[in-house]
């Protein structure tokens, strides 16, 4: 049995074999995108994981010579003090499940190493940075607390002093003895014994509880197990020229064809999607790096062609110079479905009958997006940035665990600092979520907008206690109903009106489509008109009768 593949354009395995994050890869390296090199373990190791309970025979051998073809690519070491080879490790299942498994950065950062990569760049500061990194992610992935010290700087590439070298040392190693006290395995200090515990902790989150919920919730199959990749770092905390993001091919909420997203300069990747760092807009990049942003949106063209569907992708710049770490269709539902669908038919891109195909009778209910009506008389409690299309109104509660008991009762408003994959279940029970923190691209953003979930995000001066929250000088004990507007950014006290405009032109559109191939224009409702629509293309794609008998 072979375990690894290397990450070439000419890896030929399907998705449930590879993951959906590796084979996006390979479709990124034959469409001749810039992709750091690596390899990626098939999903066959984690089912002999799961059995055996350890890494199956013979990994640690492929392992060896994946690293050794890793090391003559880039020309450098792993763990070694000069030129140090580090990589990333991370989960792919064949089905996406966004942040709901561990990533390990910065892996081969050994003492010896840290110091090499110190001398190398002439940067003390990026090499504690991202030693840091590499004891946080360590720690996310053993249950611990994900969180970076509130020591550590809110920017890097800033000028680099005594202080703040000194801060860094404290912190990591602050991290270090927080794993220690809690429980958990110190990060060893030899660099293939950092691989191997990396991509165990890795095969081991496939079965964690938020998981395991994320799978029930979309109804994925618990025995897809997780493949793992490794691919050479990208440093986008090196300098002022570097930097990380998440962007939209198209805006995921309206499906407005214009690029959308997020990017932090002089940060690494998971802080982007976590919503604990300041992120800027996407559209930051033309004015600080433009060959970056234009390489970004040279690259969302070309997949887009190939998807003939919005896409999402995860980037680095380090030093200037792009690298794309994940892609996938991007999924969008409700009315940014439809608008999608109807423009990627305008553009020719796909046809009609494939427009109508795409969009299902279900997804039209959220097509007539409603809106909170704030303007006449409404009590207007906080404003931040719309992150999930839709009204809803519940109870506040500021625990995921609260926001399940009290869902049993009458629907929940979640609101929290920001959210991470361990607050599934309470995403899962609430009927909107509201973060202080973060952006539309953030855990929050994401996950509730998969679910078909209002949310308001980034509320900047929102204060969330143990029972109760704070606001605009106010403060609202936890049970108090509000309404989110997530369209809007609007968070209202109490049960204000809704309203639903009508329907929008895109709408009008597909409708106009479906109504031709039913060939009924009488007045119905909207899911029935495309449900006969549905029906209609399907005898079309029938046999005659005679044909079937043979």
Known sequence: MRWIHPLTAELDAPADVLGAKAAGLVLLRRLGLPVPPGFVIGTPAYRAFRQAGRLPDGLDAELGTAIADLERTTGRTFGGPGRPLVVSVRSGAGVSMPGMMSTVLNVGLTTGATAGLAAETGDPRLALDSRLGLLTSFAA?????????????????????????????????????????????????????????AVVAVLRSWDTPRARTYRELHDIPHDLGTAVTVQAMVFGNRDQHSGTGVAFSRNPDTGDPVPFGEVLFGRQGEEVVSGRSLTRPLADLAGRQPEVWTGLRQAMDQVERHYRDACYLEFTFEAGELWLLQVRPARFVGAAAVRLAVNLADQGMIGRDEALRRISPGQLRHARTPRLATGDGADLLARGRGAGPGVAVGRVATTADRAVRMAATGPVILVRPETSPLDLHGLAAAAGVVTARGGPTSH?????????????????????????????????PEGTV??????????????????????????????DWADAVSGDASERPDAVRLDAAHAALARRREPPPERRAR
Do not use: F
Not at 168 to 195: C, F, K, Y
Not at 450 to 462: F, R, S, T, Y
Not at 489 to 508: F, K
């Open 141 to 197: 992935a053993t249950g611990l607390d994900p969180a970076r010290p509130a020591a550590l700087p809110e920017t890097a590439g800033t000028a680099e002093t005594g202080d703040e070298r000194a801060r860094l040392s404290r912190a990591v190693e602050a991290v270090a003895a927080a794993v220690a006290d809690r429980g958990g395995p110190p990060v060893p200090d030899e660099a293939t014994a950092q691989l191997e515990q």
């Open 444 to 476: 929050a953003a994401v996950v509730a907008r998969a679910m078909g979930k209002p949310a308001v995000v980034g509320i900047a001066d929102l204060v969330v206690a143990d029972d109760a929250i704070r606001v605009a000088g106010r403060t609202i």
């Open 482 to 511: 509000i309404a989110v507007d997530g369209t809007g950014g609007d968070v209202v006290l109490g049960s204000p009106r809704v309203t639903t405009g009508g329907a929008d032109p895109h709408l009008r559109q597909l409708l």
